[in-house]
DNA sequence: CCTCGAATGTAGGCGTCGCCAACAATGATG
DNA sequence: CATCATTGTTGGCGACGCCTACATTCGAGG
């Protein structure tokens, strides 16, 4: 009698998605189990195993979206009007903001699970996110605002600064606050370097 | 018979610690389980418990003595005879060489999983470890060789980077050759930055 | 409309894990 | 030498990831 729920459920793995991205946010990356999640949802404990073939592929997915999501958060703060410092203040800005309310998300983001497949799409995902600070630092290159050299490894070494404070967040040793008022300071640092003019 | 192994290891505590870190070093953190590691060293697989209260505090206590060989390497690279840059160059390249092989044990290092207790003793290995870079840009600060400014601050960032090339190393997305290749040349952004003099 | 195969969900089981409690051997302290 | 804390063993609990066999539903071709 009690029709309950239909016997599939619809969209499974969207929902499944949506439930591990809300625990990774509320309770962090060792409490995702497949077994919970399917609990969440109201399913059995191997439905996930039709959609997602192991836990790896479910957190490959996670991390996909996360970075489809960061790309667009960083495209839509780059106003290619702004002068070089404050645009690129706001991409930093936009970058920290991401890291400190998808701390857990960003650390499977970087996490190196995934080099074996490869699975073009994450390269993808990966390359349209560092694009965004790639692109800008190319054109202030050519404006001769950006020193000469390989823009990949400018390119590199400003995500690693980036990717580092955003490391120091997540691991408490920079409070959110702290950093997103540091992030012009940052950029100043990024800029013109420790010695002095 | 088999007069066999006593019945008390001996140290058994150290012995868990180094097959810990042959594990993490050979097969990564995933791999790491006290049961595991029991049977490798030869025990029931309740006996670590016996010296670690949890699993996390195995990890503590691994991470606890990465920070301190990572400390004495900092401090052996350092030649405070070395004008600014090549002292720094010397002390990134010891510290891109700790994280290519303890990527593992690095990443466990910043694992923010001992905020709670905090365990002071953590809290001084990092000190000293950070300390080594803190005190070079304190010193060059101080003959005007690097900018003003909070000391803790600027060290910040410049740890920061450092962190985020050791990130993009076990991410895979820079090979170990490169991040050493590169060294003189993160330094040199580190000093004067993006911007053309 | 019906059938039948593919897609999706369920039930149960296997081996492993971390942790706990009860018990056994050892070694240090009086 | 007796006693007791330390250290190791055995066995068990619940949870996990993954697998296989089975059930239900959906959709495409007759």
Redesign the pocket.
């Known amino acids: 009698m009690p029709e309950s729920r239909?016997?599939?459920?619809?969209d499974?793995?969207a929902a499944l998605l949506a439930a591990a991205e809300r625990t990774l946010r509320e309770k962090g990356t060792a409490a995702?189990?497949?077994?919970?999640l399917?609990r969440e949802v109201?399913?059995?404990?191997?439905?996930p195993?039709?959609?997602f073939?192991?836990?790896?592929a479910l957190l490959n997915a996670l991390a996909l979206a996360g970075y489809e999501r960061l790309a667009q958060s960083l495209n839509t703060a780059d106003d290619p009007a702004l002068p070089l410092e404050p645009r690129l203040t706001a991409l930093v800005r936009a970058y920290l903001a991401f890291a400190i309310d998808n701390a857990a998300l960003l650390e499977l983001m970087y996490a190196r699970k995934h080099e074996p497949d490869a699975s073009e799409q994450m390269a993808a995902a990966v390359e349209q996110t560092v694009g965004s600070l790639e692109r800008v630092l190319a054109e202030a290159q050519q404006r001769g605002e950006v020193i000469d050299g390989d823009p990949a490894e400018l390119n590199l070494v400003t995500g690693a600064t980036l990717h580092g404070v955003a490391g120091f967040i997540s691991a408490g040793w920079l409070t959110p606050e702290a950093a997103l008022a540091g992030a012009e300071g940052l950029v100043h640092f990024l800029l013109h370097g420790l010695k002095p003019r």
Chains 1, 2 share one sequence.
């Open positions: 239909p016997y599939h459920h619809g499974l793995r995702l189990s497949l077994r919970e399917a109201g399913v059995s404990h191997a439905a195993g039709r959609h073939k192991d836990k790896q």
